[in-house]
């Protein structure tokens, strides 16, 4: 494992790197009980604990000081902040390294790994390599210069172009430069019950029209049209990504930052057709979680299920006979504006400061070739970000074109601040329904957790 010191003086961007920091050693404030790792005013013994385990680790991790064993073999750290691959990573690791004698992947994949990612930050003690998603936090990175361009590069050869404007938009448009290497993506998808779907007379709907159609007709029949999960907070956001990802203005984040566009202004087809949606629900829909729900829809209760890709495999394992599918929520009656949204599951990315580019770069190469993606994608039910790689999961038949044609719209959530709890706010305003409160609401903390960072 390596423990390395970052020297500001170093780099050209100061200022960012030091932003950077700022934004997790916020100021406590008054009678609070504060947490500078978590940037919140209180926390539970199980964010304790998570504390705890961090710094020891970190002790651990300062004791493994050295990053070439005494065999001469060069090691370095790979930073993953999942736990559900950790298995796939290892095999294909092993793969690696039996071609690479010379090098030696250490994976580290803690729970709750951005927190600890930031903790390190601080402790100027950074892994060699990440595997993170396209979301904010890389962007911060990206935007502190912590991370080694790949723009000129082979590594971004064949890779679909939304993926790397995905990585761009997260970086900023002050930031030139590709920092990620998109590796594995996700989709958010409509999962339905192909048997209910036939038995009602229906065909996939490719309007928002026929959508709403549908639902009406399940109604009608006695079956739960949209089956929800929304005592978790985070199944909120498969619905709002579906529906903003598509309506939302181009590059709304940015433009939300640099003050010119707002939630208000923009968002009230969002609210209006998502109020739509939850009129086709069922009872204790907000008393239901992720797993219960999906015991419940694999068990065939409800046509129609808000949820990601990665659902499928649990509920195939709950009910190997379900005969499902998948296709894209189709938000509008304009079939070309109808998109599949779409996001960087995983990307990987090199730290500047390490004592050994070229053996990163290595690692990241051969994740790239098509065995190992292949095998990634099969076992993590995933999709390849390469043009003309397409997944052949016959449960995914229903996007498959959507990738084939890169007609791909971005997570919205990824690009929205860190800190914001903007799952809880969207949780919040469908079960209360105060469409206009709602975007007020959205627009305030958004401002104000912009003026911390």
């Known amino acids: 494992m390596n423990t390395k010191t970052f020297t500001p003086t170093q780099d050209a961007n100061v200022n960012v790197y030091y932003n950077l920091r700022r934004k997790i ?16 005013e209180s926390f539970s013994m199980k964010q304790i604990l998570t504390i705890f385990l961090a710094f020891t680790s970190l002790l651990f991790m300062a004791s493994c000081n050295g990053e070439s064993s005494s065999d001469g073999v060069v090691e370095l750290e790979l930073f993953s902040n999942k736990t559900e691959n950790i298995n796939t990573y290892q095999k294909l690791i092993d793969q690696f390294e039996a071609e ?11 729970p ?14 950074m892994p060699d390599m990440l595997a993170i998603g396209g979301n904010a936090l890389y962007g911060e990175l990206a935007q502190a210069n912590l991370l080694v361009d790949y723009e000129e590069t082979s590594l971004l050869d064949g ?14 448009p002050k930031q030139t430069g590709i920092y990620g290497v998109p590796f594995a993506a996700n ?14 007379g229906l065909d996939v709907p490719t309007t928002w029209e026929e959508f709403v159609a549908a639902l009406e007709i399940a109604k009608q029949a006695g079956e739960i049209p949209i089956y929800y999960t929304l005592q978790d907070a985070w199944t909120a956001l498969p619905l709002w990504n579906a529906v903003a990802g ?10 939300k930052t640099a003050g010119s566009l707002t939630f208000q202004a923009t968002h009230t087809e969002v609210t209006s057709k998502i109020q739509t949606l939850l009129d086709y629900g069922h009872d204790r829909m907000y008393g239901i979680g992720y797993d219960d729900g999906n015991r419940a829809f694999a068990q065939e209760n409800g046509l129609f299920y808000f949820q990601g890709n990665w659902a499928v495999p649990e509920l195939l394992t709950t009910n190997p006979n379900l005969d499902l599918g998948v296709f894209p929520l189709p938000v509008t009656d304009d079939t070309e504006q109808n998109k599949l949204v779409s996001g960087v599951d995983v990307l990987f990315a090199t730290l500047k400061d390490t004592n050994h580019p070229e053996e990163a770069k290595a690692f990241i190469s051969f994740m790239l070739e098509e ?32 990738f084939a044609q890169g007609n791909i719209a971005s997570f919205p ?35 104000q957790t912009q003026l911390r960072y």
């Open 25 to 40: 050693l916020t100021r406590p404030r008054k009678g609070s009980i504060y947490c500078f790792l978590l940037g919140k």
């Open 100 to 110: 690479h004698e010379g090098i030696r992947i250490n994976l580290y994949a803690p």
């Open 112 to 125: 709750d790994a951005e927190t600890l990612l930031r903790t390190r930050l601080v402790k100027n003690d």
């Open 159 to 172: 890779i679909q172009p939304a993926y790397l404007e995905m990585v761009q938009e997260l970086q900023g």
């Open 187 to 200: 989709a958010n998808t409509v999962i339905y019950n192909k048997t209910k779907l036939e038995e009602l």
């Open 246 to 255: 598509v309506l939302q203005p181009d590059e709304f984040a940015a433009q």
């Open 371 to 402: 065995a190992p993606a292949e095998q990634y994608m099969a076992e993590q039910s995933a999709f390849s970000v390469l043009e003309g790689v397409l997944t052949d999961d016959p449960y995914m038949e229903g996007i498959r074109e959507h």
């Open 413 to 447: 959530d990824h690009f929205y601040l860190p800190g914001m709890g903007v799952e809880n706010m969207i949780q919040e305003f469908m079960y209360r329904g105060n469409e206009q409160d709602f975007l007020k609401r959205m627009d305030r903390e958004w401002d």
